[in-house]
């Protein structure tokens, strides 16, 4: 995932005319229960030449689930799911339909309102002089 | 706000040869059947060969093969374990022995998460073992897979037919590589899906009869490759590889 954030912020940079990107904002939805520690270290290792000083900016958004049949809406609780299931769920969110049921009518069917993927949010530059 | 995944899919597939989409206008004509032997065909002629199932509500491919006891390796993505021979990937790894109930949107999500995670290498061929239809999971790979050959099959019913002349007229209207329309489940000879292919400009390939062997061989590949199906599917691969080329 981080080298797609690095190529679509390089690719952005060109498209943009940016000579030096100085920052990154990388949103992280909580279902991909990415460690920010881990996902700036292949940051880090993944610098192309327009970003080597730039600051990466990550943020966790919180899961937050709503569900289609009762409406009910409440927090996603990883901690509750067990290793097995979290690593699941991290690698394809989606499968949290398969573990993660509304705590009030006990439906698979809810929908993601945030706090799915991983997102690039902005980046700031500077651009060339011409 | 940009979906950093999208941007990396084409480079996770750009050293794969030939992908080839396994797909129906009905579910239950034998697609999955299809795309494993297809894969086990291919493997077995010396190719190097990924299996992607992409039937996330009702994945087969894993019963067909046998395949218990594997789990994907994290490596700067996913790589897939082998299964006699193929790179093999399914939602079944994360979603286990469990129904996985998920809406289009979420398809849709779980298509670009596969396709952006996982790190096939360098392929000869990948077979998509698609779900029936030409919903989500269709759009998307149409969307998302620059190069893409389809692979088609019915029964020789015509309930099946006419859901597979509406993805046909709907790939060739778009522009998508067809390879042509394997007929499966042949119970007596006619040529009334031939001659209804042939109508629409499209390619048959041939016919798969009905095995009756195929449902004990369920599992173990070594019988699975002895059936009539796995030597009917094999001249037709034959074909399959000549169109690609």
Same mark, same amino acid.
């Given at each position: 995932m981080a080298e797609g954030v690095v190529s679509t912020a390089t690719k952005i940079a060109e498209e943009q $005319?940016? =000579? =030096?990107?100085? =920052?990154?904002?990388?949103?992280? $939805?909580?279902?991909?229960?990415? =460690?920010?520690?881990?996902?700036?270290?292949?940051?880090?290792?993944?610098?192309?030449?327009?970003?080597k000083n730039?600051?990466?900016v990550l943020e966790t958004i919180p899961g937050k689930l709503r569900c289609r049949a009762c409406g009910k809406e409440w927090l996603f609780s990883p901690e509750a799911l067990g290793d097995e299931v979290s690593e699941a769920i991290h690698f394809v969110p989606e499968v949290a339909h398969v573990y993660v049921k509304c705590p009030s009518c006990g439906s698979p069917d809810f929908e993601i309102i945030e706090g799915r993927g991983v997102i690039l949010a902005s980046i700031k530059g500077v651009k060339g002089s011409d | 706000m940009i979906d950093p995944r999208l941007e990396i899919i084409g480079k996770r597939l750009g050293k794969?040869?030939?992908?080839?989409?396994?797909?129906? !206008?009905?579910?239950?004509?034998?697609? /999955?059947?299809?795309?494993?032997?297809?894969?086990?065909?291919?493997?077995? &002629?010396?190719?190097?060969?990924?299996l992607l199932d992409l039937d996330f509500t009702s994945p087969s491919s894993h019963v067909i093969l046998g395949v218990e006891g594997l789990y994907p390796e994290e490596d700067k993505g996913i790589v897939p374990p082998l299964a006699h021979g193929i790179m093999y990937m399914s939602?079944?790894?994360?979603?286990?022995?469990?129904?996985?109930?998920?809406? !289009? /949107?979420?398809?849709?999500?779980?298509?670009? &998460?596969?396709?952006?995670?996982?790190?096939? !290498? &360098?392929?000869?061929?990948? %077979?998509?073992? +698609?779900?029936?239809?030409?919903?989500?999971?269709?759009?998307?790979?149409l969307r998302l897979v620059k190069g893409i050959s389809f692979l088609v099959v019915t029964t020789p019913s015509m309930v099946a037919f006419e859901t597979v002349r509406k993805l046909l007229v709907l790939l060739h209207e778009l522009?998508?590589?067809?390879?042509? %329309?394997?007929?499966? +489940?042949?119970?007596?000879?006619?040529?009334?899906?031939?001659?209804q292919v042939e109508r629409i400009g499209q390619r048959y390939l041939g016919e798969i009869p009905f095995d009756k062997e195929l449902e004990g061989a369920l599992g173990d590949v070594e019988r699975l490759m002895g059936t009539g199906f796995a030597s009917s599917l094999k001249k037709i691969a034959g074909d399959v590889q000549q169109r690609l080329n």
């Open positions: $005319g940016l =000579e =030096e990107v100085t =920052e990154v904002t990388v949103r992280i $939805g909580e279902l991909q229960q990415i =460690e920010h520690e881990v996902f700036s270290f292949a940051l880090e290792q993944l610098r192309t030449p327009v970003m730039a600051k990466f | 794969i040869g030939k992908i080839v989409a396994v797909s129906s !206008g009905k579910g239950g004509v034998g697609k /999955s059947m299809v795309a494993a032997i297809l894969a086990l065909t291919l493997r077995r &002629e010396g190719f190097s060969v990924g939602i079944t790894y994360y979603s286990l022995d469990k129904p996985a109930p998920l809406r !289009g /949107s979420d398809v849709t999500d779980a298509i670009i &998460e596969l396709l952006a995670i996982t790190r096939w !290498g &360098e392929l000869d061929y990948l %077979v998509i073992d +698609m779900p029936p239809g030409i919903g989500d999971a269709t759009l998307d790979l522009g998508i590589s067809i390879i042509g %329309v394997v007929e499966n +489940m042949v119970m007596q000879p006619s040529r009334q899906i031939r001659s």
